[in-house]
């Protein structure tokens, strides 16, 4: 059964520091995905990782892959207000349907 | 393109009552999807489509049951809701491919008494 662990479950941080979200999963995967959700919202896609070693960017965020530690980090670089969400990483696990296993969610705060 | 769209946003069912939840998605997506969100425990999926006519269970199937009779539609249904079922219902979609970028659409919040 494919587990997959989000750290810190809530962080809250000041304005203009820099923090790490990290997505650990229990079996052999290439592929996982971030999203983002606001408060009482749906959720919104962020990245698509697709293999080993992947780093894409997008602003303040930059998300990587470590299949063979079978890690995913989300970076905040500078974090601004609007960065507060809840962020979720999901694992492919392969099987027939792309079915996806989330993690619990990262619930960040950003304080001015 | 309306996307992933959910029918009702909200609704209040008391226990042993039925409904239907609606899940309709305009992008021609193959696959379909029913999750659950409680707090702090991520979304779960409840059952899935991988086309037309077909379905399968997911992690937590028991107590819903769903039908994929259009290609565009994805319904669960509650036979008799009970209080554990309180929770944020969300639809998600893709197409057929190589990688799994699920769409979600907006939720359902269930409360049932």
């Known amino acids: 059964e494919l587990k997959v662990e989000q750290n810190p479950l809530f962080l809250s941080m000041q304005e203009g520091k820099n923090y790490t979200i990290y997505c650990n999963y229990s079996t052999t995967s290439d592929r996982l995905y971030w999203y983002r959700q606001d408060p009482g919202k749906s959720l919104e896609s962020l990245f698509v990782?697709?293999?080993?070693?992947a780093v894409k960017q997008e602003g303040r965020l930059m998300a990587s892959l470590d299949t063979k530690a079978r890690l995913s980090t989300l970076h905040i670089t500078a974090a601004v207000h609007d960065l507060s969400a809840t962020y979720f990483c999901a694992v492919d696990s392969l099987t027939s349907g792309s079915r996806l296993t989330f993690g619990e969610g990262t619930q960040l705060t950003v304080n001015p | 393109n309306a996307g992933v769209t959910q029918t009702p946003k909200f609704r209040v069912l008391k226990t042993g009552q039925s409904m239907t939840l609606l899940c309709a998605q305009d992008m021609n997506h193959e696959y379909m999807y029913w999750y659950r969100q409680d707090p702090g425990m991520g979304l779960r999926l409840i059952h899935y489509?991988?086309?037309?006519?077909?379905?399968a269970k997911g992690e937590v199937p028991d107590g819903y049951n769903v039908s994929r009779l259009k290609k565009q539609n994805f319904l669960l249904g509650l036979e008799s809701a009970a209080p554990s079922q309180t929770s944020v219902y969300f639809c998600a979609s893709k197409p057929r491919g190589w990688y799994n970028e699920q769409f979600f659409g907006p939720g359902t919040r269930l409360t049932v008494l």
């Open positions: 990782l697709l293999s080993n070693g």
């Open positions: 489509s991988v086309g037309e006519g077909t379905t």
